[in-house]
């Protein structure tokens, strides 16, 4: 597919990565290999794939639910989803890149949920993996009284 659009794959010996997407199912936090694992009903499934046109990158991720899943999983996704939408409202002239993580952390934690802060978002271009490297995390709202 890449190929027959005049692209090609910027995951493929990525550091070593040895395919052209990363799957990441159920709890597993991202940057899957492809494998054996054969998806069932109630799962949920993160698909990453990324593509060089030329000479610049592009990279997308998106998650879905497998057939019907649970409640949990699909408030987990919901979740995520409000996350994501929180932290791209707070891309706006004036504004710094921990207002972004600040904003994605809130939505999480107040829903019960906890953000992964070993991992981060980051700029694209000619590399993959280019600065500013975007924290999901920032720090803490003020206090309300």
């Known amino acids: 597919m890449l190929a027959k659009r005049g692209a090609r794959s910027n995951f493929l010996n990525y550091n070593g990565f040895p395919a052209v997407i ?8 991202v940057h899957g290999i492809p494998g054996g694992y054969r998806l069932k ?6 698909v990453d794939c990324g593509a060089i046109i030329e ?3 592009g990279d997308a991720a998106y998650t879905a639910g497998v057939g019907d899943v649970s409640d949990a999983a699909q408030r987990l996704m919901d979740v995520t989803e409000r996350s994501l939408w929180a932290g791209i409202d707070q891309l706006v002239i004036g504004n710094r890149l921990n207002e ?8 999480a934690e107040a829903a019960g949920y906890s953000v992964v802060r070993e991992y981060v978002g980051h700029a694209i271009g000619t590399e993959m993996h280019e600065s500013p ?7 803490a709202l003020p206090a309300r009284h």
């Open 22 to 29: 990363c799957t990441s199912p159920n709890d597993m936090i």
């Open 41 to 46: 009903e109630g799962d949920i499934i993160s």
């Open 55 to 57: 000479g610049y990158h």
């Open 100 to 107: 972004v993580g600040r904003a994605v952390q809130h939505v």
């Open 133 to 139: 490297r975007c924290p999901t995390t920032g720090p």
